[in-house]
Nanobody, 123 residues
Framework: QVQLVESGEGLVQAGGSLRLSCAASGRTFSSYHMGWFRQAPGKEREFVAG????????YYGDFVKGRFTISRDNAKNTVYLQMNSVKLEDTAVYYC????????????????WGQGTQVTVSS
């Protein structure tokens, strides 16, 4: 089992940058594929980015379009989401998630979730 805690919550202006972190408990972090999802008010939780166990494979939602980068440091049990050129529509609660299977874009296939961290983009 793994517990996930996100950090990096903040208010950022459109066009700016923000980095989210997700720290995992346990000694088996490197055995999990990790993902970032987000949920805006009144909308479904959607896939943002995913990363394989070693960090060599990454996947992104279509709307990211080169603006975000997911990475992980297995020595620190942490996964990151670097957000650049943020837009108003990036405002949401961001969640990290872990699964023992392969990277997936489907939220139902993730086994563990963090509590979420708020990102607010202002004009």
């Amino acid at each position: 089992q793994v517990q996930l805690v996100e950090s990096g919550e903040g208010l950022v202006q459109a066009g700016g940058s923000l980095r989210l972190s997700c720290a995992a408990s346990g000694r088996t972090f490197s055995s999990y594929h990790m993902g970032w999802f987000r949920q805006a008010p009144g909308k479904e939780r959607e896939f943002v980015a995913g990363i394989g166990r070693s960090g060599s494979s990454t996947y992104y939602g279509d709307f990211v379009k080169g603006r975000f980068t997911i990475s992980r440091d297995n020595a620190k049990n942490t996964v990151y989401l670097q957000m650049n050129s943020v837009k108003l529509e990036d405002t949401a609660v961001y969640y990290c998630a872990a699964r023992t299977g392969w990277v997936s874009t489907y939220k139902a296939e993730y086994d563990y979730w963090g509590q979420g961290t708020q990102v607010t983009v202002s004009s």
